[in-house]
């Protein structure tokens, strides 16, 4: 017996006093509080004694009170305090357990009046039966989680053998990839036709949306694997018709045009390093995407604005009346130390 302060209710029911998921604790949590409680020798027993109670006060009108959207679990068993209080209640429920025979026979009904215990080994058959091959031994509750693998796929999952006996809950692994199986197969003509508009030819049957699709370009001829996601928002379909990529050939043209000169194949990518030779005989690890946007990478080449060739350093020193005595160091010097040079020149005798 519970009552509720500030909905002006008494509920009558049966359940676990205790334990993490009684149902007396998760009332509690909604602001109910135990007003008495009895233990009884078996569940049937208890189960009469509250129909007994509940029928007596359906006859006068007066349950239920509360809405399922007030309380989803067990409105229909409560009463207006304002009607009848939790005492008077209490009492009617003494009064049916006085009223039961001993020992205690059932009333009417065809309901289990004796827990029903469930052999361990008779279990396991049963799981494996419907998919699942337990990893631990019968946990002695139809309702506690049971580490089991399931035969199909070999997901280790926890389901409860209620739900595998009665429901006949499957691995949700399994579930989910027969779903995708089914979406697939669903959209796998439309993903074609987006495929072929394309100007892409399938070589494999449709996966998902996310996941790369064997095709073939029928424009280069080439094959490559997007997604079909990405062709349906309108990406180009073939990597190698896109600016963003290129074959060894037509890369290596590339960077010859912006005077390089390749001394390793193209790496794959326009982002990744390459190996060349720049036309200022400087070896240097250049992007495919750097030469596109006209930029060379090398930092001494003079196309670029980069290092001086000593040479010409040299002989643009010796112009300015100046006998380099050490060779070209590659830096500019900055203009407080040519100043100061040509300052100790003027004045030398």
């Not at 059932?106 to 361990?120: E, F, N, Q, S």
């Not at 794959?268 to 036309?279: A, I, K, L, V």
């Not at 290092?307 to 009346?321: H, M």
Request: aromatic share 6%.
């Amino acid at each position: 017996m519970i009552t509720h302060r500030e909905w002006q209710a008494v509920k009558i029911g049966i359940g676990a006093c205790t334990g993490y998921t009684s149902r007396l604790i998760q009332h509690e949590r909604q602001g109910w509080q135990l007003h008495q409680a009895r233990e009884y020798t078996t569940g049937a027993a208890a189960y009469d004694v509250e129909q007994a109670v509940l029928g007596r006060l359906r006859q006068a009108g007066l349950i239920p009170f509360l809405t399922s959207d007030t309380m989803p679990n067990g409105w229909t068993e409560t009463c207006s305090a304002a009607h009848v209080t939790a005492v008077e209640v209490w009492a009617m429920g003494n009064e049916e357990t006085r009223n039961a025979t001993e020992p205690y026979a059932p009333r009417v009904g065809d309901r289990p009046r004796t827990a029903v215990l469930i052999d361990a080994e008779a279990a396991a058959a049963e799981m494996r039966a419907c998919g699942y091959e337990p990893l631990v031994p019968y946990p002695g509750r139809t309702n506690a989680t049971w580490p089991s693998r399931c035969m199909t796929c070999g997901h280790e999952g926890r389901p409860t053998f209620s739900a595998v006996r009665n429901a006949g809950q499957r691995c949700r692994v399994c579930r989910a990839r027969e779903t995708q199986a089914k979406r697939a197969a669903t959209n796998a003509p439309k993903a074609r036709e987006a495929m072929r508009a394309a100007g892409l030819e399938p070589l494999e049957p449709y996966p998902r949306s996310q996941t790369p699709w064997r095709c073939r370009c029928t424009t280069c001829g080439r094959e490559t694997s997007p997604t079909y996601s990405n062709v349906n928002r309108g990406s180009r379909g073939c990597r190698f018709c896109a600016l963003n990529s290129a074959t060894h050939e037509r890369a290596s043209a590339e960077v010859r045009a912006a005077g390089f000169e390749p001394l390793e194949p193209y790496p794959g990518r326009t982002t990744d390093h390459w190996r060349c030779r720049c036309s200022c005989g400087t070896e240097v690890a250049t992007r495919l995407s750097s030469v596109r946007l006209g930029t060379t990478g090398c930092k001494k080449c003079p196309r670029s604005g980069g290092r001086t060739d000593p040479a010409t350093a040299a002989a643009e020193a010796r112009s300015a009346g100046f006998e380099p005595l050490e060779p070209y160091p590659g830096k500019p010097p900055t203009v407080g130390a040519a100043a100061a040079c040509a300052t100790r020149t003027s004045h030398s005798p």
